[in-house]
C-alpha cells in the first residue's frame, strides 16, 4: 500500500466533502484525532486532488465549488501541522493547488503555503514546482485552451514570483528574464519591487508581440490602481 492510502482518514474527508464545509466541525476532529503532520498534510493532497481540480463552471456561483473554501481548510490544517514542502509518492500540496481552478483560489492558497514555509523551487520528482508553472506560462501564452484558465495561471505565477521564484535559463542558471519598472514618482508608492505581487489581486496583465528573451511576445504585469506597467515578462 502506498503512502497516500496508507494515511488516508476518511472521516477526516467525509467532513470535508459537504459544502459549505463545516469548519468548527472540521477543527474539532483535528483536534480531537491528534494526527500526525504527515497524515494532515496527505489528506491535504487527497482533498484537493479528490474535490477541488477542474471544477471550472460558473464563477458567478463559487459557493457550488470545493476550491472557494480550500484557503481556509489550508489555515486550519497549517495550525494542526501541514507540511507545504512534504512529498508524498511525488505529490505535494503546493503541486495539487496549480490545478485548483475556482477563480484565484490557486493563487491564494499556494501564496498562504508559501508563506508559512512552502519553496517554490521545491524539487518534486525531478522537476522544480516553479519550473512547471513558469513553462505553462509561457507556453500557454499562445495555446490558451481557455483564457479564464490562464488568467489564474499568471495570477499562480505573480505569486511565486512575489515570494522569491526564479526562472531557469537554458544553460541552467537562475536570473530573472523578466524587466522591473517602477511606477511615476507622483503615485508615491516607492519603488516597485516584485514582492508586491504577493498581492496579486492589485494588478492585472495583458500580452503583445514584442519580441524578448526569444519569444515573439511579451507578458505585461500592469499595476491596476495608476495603470502604469510594473513588470515585462
Known amino acids: 500500500m502506498d503512502i497516500l492510502e496508507e494515511l488516508r482518514d476518511p472521516l477526516l474527508l467525509s467532513l470535508l466533502e ?33 474535490y477541488c481540480q477542474f471544477e471550472y463552471g460558473d464563477n458567478d456561483q463559487p459557493e457550488h465549488y470545493h476550491g472557494t473554501y480550500l484557503k481556509s481548510i489550508l489555515e486550519l490544517f497549517l495550525q494542526h501541522g501541514l507540511q507545504p514542502n512534504g512529498i508524498y509518492d511525488a505529490y505535494n500540496v503546493m ?11 490557486a493563487a491564494d492558497c499556494m501564496s498562504l503555503l508559501l508563506e508559512n514555509g512552502g519553496d517554490p523551487l521545491l524539487i518534486i520528482d525531478g522537476e522544480c514546482l516553479f519550473d512547471e508553472i513558469d513553462f505553462d506560462v509561457i507556453f500557454d501564452a499562445h495555446n490558451q485552451e481557455n483564457r479564464d484558465r490562464f488568467d489564474m495561471l499568471v495570477h499562480l505565477w505573480l505569486v511565486m514570483v512575489g515570494h522569491g ?29 516584485v514582492e508586491y505581487l504577493k498581492e496579486h489581486r492589485n494588478y492585472t496583465w495583458a500580452l503583445t508581440h514584442i519580441p524578448r528573451n526569444g519569444e515573439s511576445w511579451s507578458l505585461h504585469v500592469i499595476d491596476k490602481a495608476t495603470g502604469w506597467e510594473v513588470l515585462r515578462l
Not at 468548527?24 to 491535504?44: F, G, M, R
Open 95 to 105: 503541486q495539487e493547488c496549480k490545478w485548483v481552478d475556482t477563480g484565484y483560489a
Open 18 to 50: 459537504p459544502l459549505p464545509p463545516d469548519l468548527k466541525a472540521i477543527e474539532e476532529y483535528l483536534q480531537s484525532a491528534a494526527l500526525s503532520p504527515e497524515a494532515i498534510t496527505v489528506n491535504a493532497i487527497l482533498f484537493i486532488d479528490d
Open 165 to 193: 521564484a526564479i526562472t531557469r535559463t537554458k544553460n541552467g542558471e537562475r536570473k530573472p528574464l523578466w524587466s522591473v519598472y517602477d511606477l511615476p514618482s507622483y503615485y508615491d508608492k516607492g519603488p516597485f519591487t
